[in-house]
T-cell receptor
Framework: GENVEQHPSTLSVQEGDSAVIKCTYS??????FPWYKQELGKRPQLIID?????GEKKDQRIAVTLNKTAKHFSLHITETQPEDSAVYFC??????????FGKGTRLSVIA | GAVVSQHPSRVICKSGTSVKIECRSL??????MFWYRQFPKQSLMLMAT?????????EQGVEKDKFLINHASLTLSTLTVTSAHPEDSSFYIC????????????FGEGSRLTVL
């Protein structure tokens, strides 16, 4: 089955700097790649997603890139703010199969 | 986005008792819901896929007799932790797809179970 690896496990950046989180997946048939943000004790919230027919997607300060050949996708957060501090999870799925999540990245934005 | 509600948000119970957690899709019908378990500072581990009107599909290593799942309607799935033990203490989160393009999930608030 699908396996998703996520790096780094923790990331600290200065406010205003950029943060990049990377994920790799194993099944080349995967076609949906969402990113979720989870604040402490709260539910994961979808922040951006990308499908396999697109190489890049951007939403204000957040962007995701997908390299299907290399089977990896990345989350880019620019101009980071303290409220961006949270745990971020990448995930992958094929069609209607359940999402498989990475292990998460704890992002700390230092003011 | 679509709204998924989960109840209770916190529950404390004694060892040996059973606990039921409800997951509702409030503004859409969900033929499929997913139950995840999350240990502190860890990722979301899929426990089972709940299918309306049929038996749930459990992931490898998840005891179906311990974690009973019922999906009796298009808006409600329940997870019952039977004969709970301290090692069952965890954060349980349900999710559902609102239809449309495959894969987009909306999560419930989560239920933190503590078994004494």
């Amino acid at each position: 089955g699908e396996n998703v690896e996520q790096h780094p496990s923790t990331l600290s950046v200065q406010e205003g700097d950029s943060a990049v989180i990377k994920c790799t997946y194993s099944d080349s048939a995967s076609n949906y790649f969402p990113w979720y943000k989870q604040e402490l004790g709260k539910r994961p919230q979808l922040i951006i997603d990308i499908r396999s027919n697109v190489g890049e997607k951007k939403d204000q300060r957040i962007a995701v890139t997908l390299n299907k050949t290399a089977k990896h996708f990345s989350l880019h957060i620019t101009e980071t703010q303290p409220e961006d501090s949270a745990v971020y999870f990448c995930a992958a799925s094929i069609g209607n199969t359940p999402l498989v999540f990475g292990k998460g990245t704890r992002l700390s934005v230092i003011a | 986005g679509a709204v998924v509600s989960q109840h209770p948000s916190r529950v404390i119970c004694k060892s040996g008792t059973s606990v039921k957690i409800e997951c509702r899709s409030l503004d859409f019908q969900a033929t499929t819901m997913f139950w995840y378990r999350q240990f502190p500072k860890q990722s979301l581990m899929l426990m089972a896929t709940s299918n309306e009107g049929s038996k749930a599909t459990y992931e490898q290593g998840v005891e179906k007799d311990k974690f009973l799942i019922n999906h009796a309607s298009l808006t409600l799935s329940t997870l019952t932790v039977t004969s709970a033990h301290p090692e069952d203490s965890s954060f349980y989160i349900c999710s559902a797809s609102a239809g449309g393009p495959a894969g987009e999930l909306f999560f419930g608030e989560g239920s933190r179970l503590t078994v004494l």
